[in-house]
């Protein structure tokens, strides 16, 4: 496996697949790719790595943000413009495409190029050339369009708002990257991955990860995917004292979210608590906090410490009652 592809952390099986599929696909200099994937899975390093593990490598990438540049301004960015040919176009200037010669091209967010630019992209992918604006002899232009989209560019096109000559021309090939609340125990590693790098970038204690928070970011949803993750844990490191991670130190919004989610260990389900056949008040208590205790330190990895934060009792409480259950022995 080459170096390039290890910047794809995880080893989740769609994280595996995904970097199989990018090696298959970027040696090869031609070959319209379109990426996929919810805003902050990484589809920016994607496309980067597909430049940088092909033929065309030593040649330059160019990062295009359709969505960041006003529309008015786009044509001349992506093409140039000649000497005169509007307003304050006091001399010539070569477009990003034309700079792009013998790389890539990267289209991200795609789908909003308004109607008039979208028929101009697919003019350069059908015949390798271009006319700076005020101009009328063509240019010549080899290179490779990588494109991405947070949409389902299939709707957009049955809804009439993306050219399907384009959608086909575009997606030759696919790819598909995971939100990262699919992707398992690569949540964790990628959060040791980023607390290693930002120990590295600010000093200080190098830190670990409570148990409850571990818990915490399996359970949480994370719209924000990698970026979310990465921007948390650099905040983190920049602000927090000492060497654990703890639930405090996690913004209210993401407690809040969990805690919707994740089943409340005070609170079991009633048809669980209770015994099929009768048995006295005190048995049925017993079970009750037998059960209780079990959810919240599987909450909690088994970490007495946490589950005793949990439930809201000393250590020493829960470790007492561990031993009065018969969960823990006295020695």
């Not at 959608?167 to 598909?176: A, D, E, G, K």
């Not at 959810?295 to 410490?305: H, P």
Request: charged share 25%; proline share 5%; glycine share 8%.
């Amino acid at each position: 496996m080459t170096a390039q592809v290890h910047q794809l952390i995880g080893e989740h099986p769609s994280i595996v697949a995904l970097r199989q599929m990018i090696e298959r696909v970027a040696p090869s200099k031609a070959g319209t790719v379109l990426i996929y994937g919810e805003t902050g899975t990484g589809k920016g390093l994607v496309a980067r790595m597909i430049h940088q593990m092909s033929q065309r490598a030593a040649n330059p990438f160019i990062d295009i943000n359709c969505a960041a540049i006003p529309a008015e301004l786009l044509e001349s960015e992506l093409f140039g413009h000649e000497r005169g040919a509007f307003t304050g176009a006091v001399g010539k200037k070569e477009g990003l495409i034309e700079t792009a010669n013998g790389g890539s091209v990267f289209l991200d967010e795609v789908r909003e190029l308004d109607p008039v630019m979208q028929a101009k992209i697919l003019t350069v992918l059908d015949g390798k050339r271009f006319r700076r604006v005020g101009a009328v002899k063509p240019i010549n232009v080899d290179v490779r369009f990588i494109a991405a989209t947070n949409k389902v560019l299939l709707q957009e096109v049955k809804a009439g708002k993306f050219r399907d000559d384009l959608y086909y021309r575009l997606q030759v090939i696919s790819i598909n990257i995971p939100p990262l609340r699919e992707r398992g125990d690569d949540i964790l590693l990628l959060t040791q991955g980023f607390l290693r790098k930002y120990h590295a970038l600010y000093g200080g204690e190098r830190k670990r990860l409570d148990p409850e928070v571990e818990g915490i970011f399996r359970t949480y949803h994370w719209p924000g995917n990698v970026r979310e993750l990465e921007n948390l844990v650099e905040r983190i490191c920049l602000l927090e004292d000492g060497p654990w991670v703890r639930a405090s130190q996690l913004p209210a919004r993401i407690l809040r979210e969990v805690a919707v989610q994740a089943p409340n260990p005070a609170v079991p389900d009633v048809a669980t608590a209770l015994p099929e056949e009768p048995v006295s008040f005190h048995e049925a208590t017993r079970n009750f906090q037998r059960l209780l205790i079990e959810r919240a330190l599987l909450a909690c990895n088994d970490n007495i410490g946490a589950g005793a934060t949990r439930l809201g009792l000393t250590r020493h409480a829960l470790r007492h009652q561990l031993i009065k259950l018969g969960i823990l022995r006295d020695d």
